[in-house]
């Protein structure tokens, strides 16, 4: 490619330092990661559903051989109401409710799985002594379980219902509304320790909703936090992993394109070594003509490849200057490619959207040079056989300068006009007219358009014309540089 005004020495790309988005809401981040611990503990419940079936079972049928005659048949009859309501939690957690699927089901589940349970436990209360029974401590198990699957509003609202509820059954067997059922035979309770039986009841339900609560807050937030570290990680990872692929594919790229053109000079030198060529002779001369050609595109793209590797190491080091004229950076350039657009039949036509000047913040002006001209040199290049019109536009706004290079040559086809920002990509049409060329120009346009806080856009037909359009941010100042 042409060498461009102005040195460089310098430099660096600002790919990839934009900050990613990283989900949704921490209601949403909540969800997610419940939802899966949520599903396996409510199948947990499951399986230890079907022990206390089996418990109540076994208390119906063993019962009377220990002096509780009451509890056979109705403990069957709840045990046979925990399985079959059991049956169709593990059907629904199995089939309907995967841990994929909403986290709002999974709690309503949850909740709707709590009340049933503590309805059945109610019952096995009543039937096995009222205030007295010796199941009446499961109440609280259950609270403490629910205070870990279910949020600790609603675990409130469900001890206030167990109280509630607690006292109604004892009230109702001490009024003999209901039928006191004894422990074992023979044995009743009364009200004082009945009272007593409620308020301890009481105090531990709540006590332990509380408990629960402040010991599993503390784990669920560490458990979003690690959540997030991790997702962090595994993204840092992945970007790692790109960036090696994109380097290995850009040293494979660069190595082929600079073995063609050292296997030629290799070979012509070889004939002349060998002696089937006289360097002197006419013959000879063409091929050492030749033979500079290749080298003076070698260094070309060994000079690219170098102004591309300074752009992506550090702008800290760049010489970069505050208060740069884009207007001015333009006008130099307009100097300087003027004949070269003269000598390809090109018309080059400066147009200034609107009055005053785009003067960036701060700016590396030697990549901008070779930027611009970049674009203006691939406009003039790439123009028809019989030159053509390059028009170069430069709008401001209050925030940004926007620099429109458009051209009436010979367009990009459509399939490579994304590929052509990338490096040695060239467009077929584009090594016919113009059998020389790194394909680097543009990576480094984009390049020096990042590092500016921009961004650069391209639009074309084949056989039409192209006009690429670079945005810069007039305030832009790199972190590196405002902390210095
Ligand atoms: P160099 O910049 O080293 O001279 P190059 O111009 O081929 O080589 P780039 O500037 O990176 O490399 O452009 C890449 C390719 O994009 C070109 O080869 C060409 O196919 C296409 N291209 C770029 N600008 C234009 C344009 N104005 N008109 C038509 N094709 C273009
Ligand atoms: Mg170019």
Redesign the pocket.
Known sequence: ??EPTGTRNHSQGAAGSGTRHRGGSKRDRFSYIFAWELHERLLWFCKLRWLAAAGLALASVLGPYFSMPSTYPSLAVVAALVAIYNLIFVHVLRERLGPEKDYAALRGLAILQMVTDLAALFFTVHFTGGCASPVLPFVVFHMAIGTIMIETRIMYALAFAVSGAAASLFTLEHLGVLAQIPTVAGGQSTVGSCVLSMAMLVVLVFGVVYLTHSVTGRFKERNIELHNTTTELQHALEEQEQLERRKSHYMRISAHQLRSPLGTIKTSIQVLIDGYLDPGSPDGHRLLEGTAARVDSLL?IVN?LLELAKMREGRARAPWAREVSVNQILADIFDAVDPYAREANVELVPHFINEGAAVLDWAVPPDLVYAFE?LIH??I??SKPGGGTVTVALGIDRTHAMVVVA?N????PAALQED?FLEF???PN?KHVQAE???????IVREAAQMHGGKVSLE?VEGLG?TVTVVLPLHHTPPEIIDR
């Open positions: 490619m042409t070309a690219d970049n691939n406009a290049k790439y051209d040559g010979i367009g990009i052509v990509v060239r467009a584009a060329g790194t394909g680097l120009g543009l990576s074309s192209t």
